[in-house]
Each structure stands twice: as structure tokens, then as C-alpha cells.
């Protein structure tokens, strides 16, 4: 996100991009590490026209080549280009000056030097009630776009979300919206497969409530369940929601862009989380998990001196409502070098291609909360059968070596399974 605040002089560009891991952005050094895949840096404007001016020129000066400022065959497009096709392309997202067949006809003598535009207004009754009614009078308020900053903003002009159908009738496929977490979750109730087909064409961003004043996050699944292509969070706090973001982009060599399923790709597809079986698949997938063992389990952090861990483990499914499931171990008395479970736990999977597959280890506690020991997420659709080593990773995703558990995994269809 760019965060453009006002100067005395100049407009202050404050930068945190969001990507995954090391996949991040040197501003001086015009560098993408790790993937070549494009980024989307997302502009929240709250500037004069001098000030949006001088922020154009900056970014068209640090980017260089890489900022793109024309569409990438020079037409107006039908449909938005694949990752593939904007392969080491920077896009900016933000509000845009009509439309981009204008910029792309554009007549230098007749465009306007700027347009009157009224800021996109969260209708959301949470978030209206964190704004005195000052700030609610000035985000009504009207404020002028640089035509210089408008004419880089080309697949991802920022659009207010009315409804399905409106976006359907009135909106083109260059243009987003974003959506508050509270009202996607609304939506994902109300209008499922509304939710998906609309994904299959234009691209749509979920941010968390402005009432997460702790920085907490939302559970993404749900956004990803009905195709959200940006599903915002604060990277600053661990935990599940964290773990299932990591867990998540793990596939693909971790670029960061992961291929949706075809059913999810269709736009007449009939597909609803709601419903597991709007899948088109007959049978439901059959996973049996078998906790073995674990291997050398860290003690907890600034626990007194000579406390051993009690481990648990407990095997989580996070997909769409009817496949999301836990289970779990008994815990072993004062055992984190070598435990032994030896327990089998068999869940039934409708979706795999939107599940996750989970192990998180725990150390039991009778009078209080359980405290973490490690946890490892991955989809299922990476998972294979046999007996398998899991390196358990700590609270902020970086490794806990040599700490890991032993499991053996089988993997079928019901309907063929022999028990």
C-alpha cells in the first residue's frame, strides 16, 4: 500500500507493500526478489494535485520500466492479462479519470487537467461508528485527482461495490473493488455463487474491520472460498490466520499468485461453499491421518527452569463450511523429546482443491490456556500419502529445527475406499 499523507511542501509517501516472505519490493533499487510476478501497490490518496503531481513523477522515476502505464498490448482489454502475461510489471490501484479507453484515445487538448471525484464510502455501520461526524462530513467531501496520477492507475481502477448485478451491468474488467471484511462475510452468506461467478471476471479485495484496532485478522478462508483474488492482513500479527496464509502460498514455488480451481474459473459455474456438493463431484475425498510421534519438542519460552512439555497434537481442515474439522490427541505427560500417540483421525473432504491441512502442537496446561509448541500448514492438495516427516515451524513461520512429528497418511476416494 502507498499511504500519500500531506506536506508543508511535498507529498509524504509513506510504503509498506505487502508481499509474502522475501518477495518485497526495493523502492531505490528497482529490484523484486524472489518472484517475478506483478505487484499491485495500492494508493490511498489523500493529497492536493501539486501534491498526487510530484508523487506520479517519483513513482515513474524509482519504477522506472517496470511501473506499468499502458495497457500491455496497447488495447482496451476485454479481459484482465494473466500474472504471466505482466511478469516483472508493478501495477497501481487507485481512482482513475474516467475510463482507460479514454486515456487510451486520448486527445492531450481536450482531456481535462483533473476531474471531481467523490471518494468511495464504506457503508458499513461498524466503521461509521469509529468516525466523529467531522471526519464523516469531510470523506463525503469532494477532492480532485491528478490526471498525472490517474493515467498510471490502467487494470485496477478503484470502483465502490453496490451490488453484484450493478457491477455486472456498470463496471468493466479493469476495475475493483475493495469490501470490508464484515460485509464480504454478508455476502458470502446471502450470495454465494453470486460471490464466485463475479470473481471468475474482475478482481475484488477484503481488508479487515477498522474496529481491529490490535491489528488482529480475519479468518481468510471464507474470502478465498469464493475466489477473492486480495484478501488483506496484518502480517504484523501471528497466528492462524497467519499460518493459513503461509501455508496457502507455499504452493507455486511461493510466487505468490496461486491458480484458483476450474470450477472457480467458470463464469456460469454453479458452484457454492455453502453447498459442498455445487462442486460437481460425486464423492467426497477420504483422509485418514495418524499421529505417530513426536521428535525433540522445544520447551516453552521463559518457562521455569526444568518444566518439560505436555504435547497434544491437533489435525485441523480449513476449507469450506462442511469440511472444516479438528481433531486431537491426548496429551503425554512430561515428554518433548520422543512422544508417542499412535492415534488415527479420518476426515471427509467435499472441496480439496480450497482445503488446508493443518498440525499444531500445544503444551497442555490444566489451570490455563495451552501455550504453542510448533505447527505446519499446507494444502491438501500437496499432501501425499505414506509416512511422512512434519518440521514443525514456530508462531511467526520461521523454522523450529530439529522439532517435527512423524504421521502416515492415506489418502481416497469414498466411494472406492476399503476400510
Not at 198 to 225: V, Y
Not at 276 to 304: A, Y
Amino acid at each position: 500500500m502507498l499511504n500519500e499523507i500531506i506536506g508543508e511542501e511535498v507529498s509524504v509517501i509513506t510504503t509498506c507493500v505487502l508481499t509474502k516472505s522475501k518477495n518485497s519490493l526495493e523502492m531505490g533499487s528497482q529490484k523484486i526478489k524472489v518472484s517475478d510476478y506483478p505487484i499491485i501497490l495500492s494508493i490511498e490518496n489523500h493529497c492536493s494535485i501539486e501534491q498526487q503531481d510530484i508523487m506520479a513523477q517519483l513513482l515513474k522515476g524509482v519504477l522506472g520500466e517496470r511501473l506499468l502505464i499502458n495497457t500491455i498490448d496497447d488495447l482496451v482489454p476485454v479481459q484482465l492479462p494473466s500474472p504471466e502475461e505482466l511478469k516483472g510489471k508493478i501495477i497501481l490501484k487507485g481512482k482513475k479519470i474516467g475510463y482507460l479507453e479514454d486515456s487510451l484515445n486520448e486527445h492531450p487538448d481536450k482531456m481535462p487537467e483533473r476531474e471531481e471525484v467523490i471518494e468511495e464510502e464504506v457503508n458499513e455501520t461498524e466503521e461509521e461508528a469509529l468516525r466523529s461526524e467531522d471526519k464523516r462530513k469531510e470523506k463525503k467531501g469532494k477532492h480532485s485527482l491528478s490526471k498525472e496520477l490517474s493515467d498510471c492507475i490502467i487494470y485496477c481502477k478503484s470502483v465502490p461495490f453496490c451490488s453484484f448485478q450493478h457491477s455486472c451491468s456498470h463496471y468493466k474488467s479493469y476495475e475493483m473493488s475493495s469490501i470490508t471484511e464484515s460485509k464480504a462475510r454478508k455476502l458470502i452468506r446471502e450470495a454465494g455463487n453470486d460471490f464466485v461467478r463475479h470473481n471468475t471476471w474482475q478482481l475484488t479485495r477484503i481488508f479487515p474491520s477498522g474496529l481491529r484496532t490490535d491489528s488482529s485478522n480475519f479468518n481468510p478462508q471464507a474470502m478465498w472460498n469464493v475466489g477473492c483474488q486480495l484478501v488483506a492482513l496484518n502480517f504484523q500479527t501471528a497466528g492462524t490466520e497467519m499460518d493459513l496464509y503461509d501455508g496457502l502460498f507455499s504452493q507455486n514455488g511461493h510466487c505468490g499468485y496461486v491458480l484458483k480451481p476450474s470450477f472457480m474459473r467458470d463464469k456460469e459455474t454453479a458452484f457454492s461453499p455453502e453447498d459442498p456438493q455445487s462442486r460437481g463431484e460425486g464423492n467426497p475425498l477420504s483422509l485418514m491421518v495418524k499421529i505417530i510421534s513426536g521428535q525433540q519438542l522445544p520447551k516453552i519460552p521463559n518457562s521455569k527452569e526444568g518444566s518439560i512439555v505436555d504435547p497434544f497434537v491437533r489435525v485441523e481442515i480449513h476449507g469450506i463450511p462442511s469440511d472444516s474439522a479438528k481433531q486431537e490427541t491426548k496429551y503425554i505427560d512430561n515428554n518433548g523429546f520422543n512422544p508417542q500417540w499412535g492415534e488415527s483421525f479420518r476426515f471427509y473432504v467435499w472441496v480439496p482443491e480450497l482445503a488446508l491441512l493443518r498440525f499444531v502442537v500445544e503444551d497442555y496446561d490444566k489451570a490455563s490456556r495451552n501455550d504453542f509448541v510448533g505447527q505446519y500448514t499446507l494444502p491438501l492438495t500437496s499432501v501425499k500419502a505414506g509416512y511422512r516427516h512434519i518440521h514443525l515451524l514456530s508462531k511467526d513461520g520461521t523454522g523450529i529445527s530439529p522439532a517435527s512429528l512423524f504421521v502416515h497418511i492415506q489418502i481416497g476416494e469414498l466411494a472406492t475406499e476399503n476400510d
